[in-house]
């Protein structure tokens, strides 16, 4: 099993920026992928970053594309989300998510392909 822990959410304006922590315990070793999911008010869970255990060739939904940047230090067994530029609409709970298994690539970009998941971190931004 592996357990993550998000931390560095927060309230800010607009054009401010923040660095998500995610903090991952248990089988590592047995993660392929990370990824970063949000979720609004209303909306469903949506895709906003990945970055594979090789740490090659990370992945970002459009929306956030140019703005936010996922990076991890395998000695502290973390994962970031360095988040520039934020807008309003930036505005959600942030979730971290492990994949512990190899799955199709359809579901890389859902949450479909992640079984494990961190509480989230509120992250709000003022317009």
């Known amino acids: 099993q592996v357990t993550l822990v998000e931390s560095g959410g927060g309230s800010v304006q607009a054009g401010d920026s923040l660095r998500l922590s995610c903090a991952a315990s248990g089988r590592t070793f047995r993660s392929y992928a990370m990824a970063w999911f949000r979720q609004a008010p209303g909306k469903a869970r949506e895709f906003v970053a990945r970055m594979p255990s090789s740490g090659r060739i990370p992945y970002y939904a459009d929306s956030v594309k140019g703005r936010f940047t996922i990076s991890g230090d395998s000695a502290k067994n973390t994962v970031y989300l360095q988040m520039n530029s934020l807008k309003h609409e930036d505005t959600a709970v942030y979730y971290c998510?492990?994949?512990?298994?190899?799955?199709?690539?359809?579901?890389?970009?859902?949450?479909?392909?992640?079984?494990?998941w961190g509480q989230g971190t509120q992250v709000t931004v003022s317009s």
């Open positions: 998510a492990s994949s512990s298994r190899i799955t199709v690539s359809r579901t890389w970009y859902n949450t479909e392909g992640y079984d494990y």
